[in-house]
């Protein structure tokens, strides 16, 4: 599922270079306790997305330890791909989807130092997917641990194009 970005523009309209990679946004079920999404002004700021896939977190435990670098970096692009469904929420069509920024928190331990290889994992799909509109300005941070022993967790900030 991981490839390098490619310095070519991808063709096609979002949704097709998606399904082109043999993936589908996911449905995101509501939660009580916060919004998947909140628009202030243009801005749009996604709840932090774990890996889950169909209810079930696809991964759990410390990168670095449980973990290892190939894992985590699928689990960041399933987590991008659940930002990418609550930002689809917030503003209709997935060609409408604008990324600003993206922080991505990677449980590790406290000698791992490859987090930005484990971010890159997720930018390469928003690339891949929305192209231009996918280029974000980033931040990839090594935490102690995540809610549900997730190995990855990502926010985004985006907007509507």
Known sequence: MSGPATATAPT??????LQALGLDLP???????YAHHRAVDSSIHISGQLPYKDG????????????DLETARELARHAALNALAAAVQAVGELDRVRIV??????????????????????????????????????TAIGVAGLPVNSPVEIQMVCTAV
């Not at 096609?12 to 270079?17: I, K, L, M, P």
């Open 12 to 17: 096609g309209s979002a949704t097709d270079r």
């Open 27 to 33: 449905e995101l079920p509501d939660n009580p306790y």
């Open 56 to 67: 079930w977190l696809m991964g759990q435990g410390i990168v670095g330890r449980d973990v």
């Open 101 to 138: 920024q993206m922080l991505v928190f990677v449980a590790s331990t406290p000698d791992f130092g490859e987090q930005s290889q484990v971010a890159n994992a997720a930018g390469e799909l928003l690339i891949e997917v929305l192209g231009e509109n996918g280029r974000h300005a980033r």
